[in-house]
């Protein structure tokens, strides 16, 4: 077939996925149960491992502190189309009520139920209790209407991590021509990491589909640029410098390219869903002033945990060097443009973007190549991770505005200037 027919072919393709009351429509349907406290951790993750299904799946928050960021992402991630049932843990005396976590799920007409481990007696009967609750929601969500999807259905979301001097050449590059397709189809793609847009201000703003875009763009970035100068931390590290990128802002560069050339609708915060299709930019760095808890992104876990609370079906995660993580919630897709690390990982790894840099075919090819699999994943194919159990997340302490007092603040910083 030739690339036209590729192309069309590709725009075109349906698959089926599940239908949930809103209206919005998963890849996926899994049972996920919640920890809501550090000292639940161990009963929860009891309870999955007993059950040993690929569509069950473990996510928590650690604190014991009140922290709504980590209440927002965690409900965004019950409200999520992938989910179709949800059992919440905890302990007893914890700020973030498992309760209450259970009911958002009842109300998205989902399976729920919860526990509190220090009401069944401990940790046999937890346990014990908690597995007949997913015996009881596995055969309740098989129920779940069928319908059918196409890529304007889609929320992608992209990350980066392990780059080498590959991932601007090739890795992000595929991802980045594929970002076009799906916003030329009328899906949404979300990218992230602005701190690793330091030196790219300019451009970055100049992509702003509106003044009210432009002025989102520039507040994010300068935020993150002073982020990074107080934490005296910048986005690269020692593995980026032995993979051949010399400066932050070379991988800037390689970094951004991941999201392609369409216009920016806007500034999306941790836990908010796109208000509609095309190209987004994700503003994970704390707002000020944030919990002084560590810093911001210390994984490329909570990147994608990050994309996957503002719905995404499913996350792209570039790597050059190498990487072995998976996500929960939504399938990871790993890409690298290094040839080698795909051969040396080829059981982690699922897309080789390399062919480009050898020039046996063009951009627009491996975009292609990229749209086939993301078409196949939807469709249900397991992705590596996935089929190798691997379900990795992070939910940190962090301060985060209302969009609303954000969006106010960048358009008077605008007028001022």
């Known amino acids: 077939m030739n690339k036209g027919g590729e192309l069309v072919e590709l725009k075109n393709a349906r698959w089926l996925g599940y239908e949930r009351r809103n209206g919005n429509k998963g890849i996926r349907n899994r049972v996920l149960v919640i920890y809501t406290v550090k000292c639940s951790e161990f009963v929860a993750r009891q309870i999955v491992d007993r059950i040993a299904s690929a569509d069950v799946e473990l996510v928590g928050f650690d604190g014991c502190t009140d922290n709504q960021y980590a209440v927002n992402l965690l409900i965004s991630l019950i409200r999520h189309p992938n989910v179709g049932a949800v059992l919440t843990v905890g302990l007893g005396c914890e700020y973030v009520q498992p309760e209450r976590l259970a009911r958002i799920a009842e109300e998205e007409g989902k399976e729920a139920d919860w526990l509190f481990i220090q ?74 990491e602005i701190v690793e847009a330091i030196g790219l201000e300019n451009f970055l703003v100049s992509r702003g589909a509106s003044e009210a875009a432009k002025n989102e763009i520039q507040y994010t970035y300068r935020k993150a640029l002073d982020y990074c100068k107080s934490v005296r931390q910048y986005s690269v590290s020692p593995g980026n410098f ?47 002033y944030w919990m002084q808890f560590g810093i911001t992104n210390p994984n490329d876990n909570e990147g994608l945990m990050d994309l996957i609370s503002c719905g995404a079906h499913l996350v792209f995660l570039v790597t050059g060097r190498g990487n072995v993580v998976g996500s929960a919630v939504s399938p990871c897709i790993k890409i690298t443009g290094n040839h080698q690390t795909y051969l040396h990982m080829e059981e982690d790894m699922d897309f080789d973007a390399s062919p480009v840099l050898m020039g046996e075919c063009s951009q627009e090819e491996l975009a292609l190549s990229l749209a086939a699999l993301v078409k196949r994943t939807a469709e249900g194919t397991l992705t590596k991770s996935e089929a190798l159990f691997h379900r990795e997340f992070f939910i940190p302490y962090k301060y985060q505005e209302k969009q609303a007092a954000v969006i106010k603040s960048c358009r008077k910083t605008a007028q001022e200037e």
């Open 119 to 192: 009401e069944e007696g401990g940790t046999r009967r937890s346990v014990e209790k908690g597995i007949s609750f997913i015996r009881r929601m596995q055969e309740a969500i098989k129920s779940v209407r069928r319908v059918e999807m196409g890529f304007s259905d889609l929320v992608i979301g992209a990350e980066c991590g392990g780059s080498d001097y590959t991932s601007g050449l090739a890795g992000n590059v595929a991802v980045g021509r594929f970002y076009d397709f799906l916003f030329d189809w009328g899906g949404t793609a979300i990218f992230e």
């Open 242 to 288: 032995a993979g051949g990128l010399s400066t932050i802002e070379e991988k800037s560069m390689g970094a951004v390219i991941k999201s392609g050339s369409r216009p920016i609708e806007g500034v999306l915060k941790v836990a908010q869903a796109p208000k509609k299709p095309g190209l987004w930019l994700l503003d994970s760095t704390p707002d000020p």
